[in-house]
């Protein structure tokens, strides 16, 4: 006898109890994810802090971390947790956070690759996050000490800095200086 999978929305998968295991939903199936190691997460605190000192000096959005759910897909439903990422003021009205997860995308998201992480799966989630409406999306290398930038913009498929190559935002972020070395050091 066949059985149906049962398929969960974002609303329902808010509703669950916590698990105490990390998990996302990909097309209404909840997926459990490996809890990350120490350099990945003082990877997560440092590219926050920076990007956070700069955008709370000028007030130009929030700077969330710790996997905080993005909905980047409908029917079935997917909620995303990127490791770092920015919603301006324009996308999310200053004070007007969701309670639940954002349904909008943010301008850009950071994820950091481990050794473990496999490049079709990452090449994967990057499309996704640039369709459901991200900016720019940085592939942070730990063990290469790079970024590869994958820009919504552009018809490349991502392009690799390293050392002193500065990363490029977008608006509002134009003026953040962020040297690649910068993110290890």
Not at 22 to 29: A, I, Y
Not at 38 to 67: M, P, Q, S
Not at 118 to 129: A, F, N
Not at 131 to 149: F, P, R
């Amino acid at each position: 006898m066949a059985t149906t999978e049962r398929l969960f929305s974002a609303e329902e998968y808010a509703r669950l109890p916590d698990n105490g295991m990390p998990t996302e939903l990909v097309r209404g199936r909840i997926v459990t994810m490996n809890v990350p190691n120490f350099r990945h997460g003082w990877l997560c605190i440092r590219i926050g802090k920076l990007l956070a000192t700069y955008v709370d000096d000028r007030e130009l959005g929030y700077v969330l971390g710790n996997d905080a759910g993005m909905v980047t897909e409908r029917g079935p439903d997917t909620v995303r947790g990127p490791d770092i990422s920015f919603f301006s003021y324009s996308r999310i009205p200053k004070g007007a956070g969701p309670e639940g997860y954002a349904e909008v995308a943010p301008e850009i998201v950071f994820e950091v690759r481990l050794p473990g992480d496999r490049w079709p799966k990452i090449l994967r989630r990057v499309g996704e996050l640039l369709s459901a409406g991200v900016l720019a999306v940085y592939v942070v290398d730990a063990k290469k000490e790079t970024v590869i930038v994958f820009d919504a913009d552009t018809d490349e498929p991502g392009r690799t800095l390293q050392g002193e190559d500065e990363l490029p935002f977008p608006e509002p972020l134009t003026g953040l200086r962020i040297a690649v070395r910068q993110l290890f050091s």
